[in-house]
């Protein structure tokens, strides 16, 4: 069970910023999003890595929902990345939903649907700098996808 004190490790957006290669790429699509409407939970921890697409995305739209989110890279919390993991892959990036008291509420396991789908469709066909480049242009609608799926996920 996670408790009050290991939440309280977790990096805030704020404090996570300095610390991501990506700063630029998660800032840029911070401002393309406005303020989120709530969803039904306090908090959120999330397991991220910034060297992924899919972290790099998540990070921003978790930052501009009203709820707690702390944020633990995956390779230094290896108790959480084994706590969260699915089907013994330890997956970013990982979004555990939480209520006040820190009881687990729903689990989601990044990427969302719309972007796995774009990825299965884009592979072999373009070459990987253009993937990428596509990938992230396509942020809004991946995004709208995640707030879509954690909506779906989680009670009331």
């Not at 972007?115 to 991946?142: C, D, I, M, S, T």
């Amino acid at each position: 069970m996670l408790d009050r004190e290991r939440f309280a490790q977790g990096l805030t957006y704020a404090e996570l910023l300095p610390r991501l290669r990506n700063r630029r790429r998660v800032e840029a699509f911070y401002r393309l999003l406005s303020p989120l409407p709530p969803l039904p939970a306090a908090r959120a921890l999330v397991l991220v890595e910034d060297w992924c697409p899919d972290s790099v995305q998540a990070i921003p739209v978790l930052a501009r929902l009203p709820l707690e989110a702390r944020f633990f890279f995956r390779d230094e919390n290896p108790d959480l990345a084994e706590a969260y993991q699915k089907e013994g892959k330890r997956i970013v990036p990982t979004v555990v939903f939480l209520d006040e008291g820190l009881k687990e509420l729903a689990r989601w396991h990044g990427p969302p649907e719309a972007a796995r789908a774009f990825l299965r469709e884009a592979k072999g066909r373009l070459e990987p700098a253009e993937l990428f480049r596509l990938y992230h242009q396509n942020f809004p609608r991946f995004a709208e996808a995640m707030l879509a799926e954690w909506r779906a996920l989680l009670p009331g």
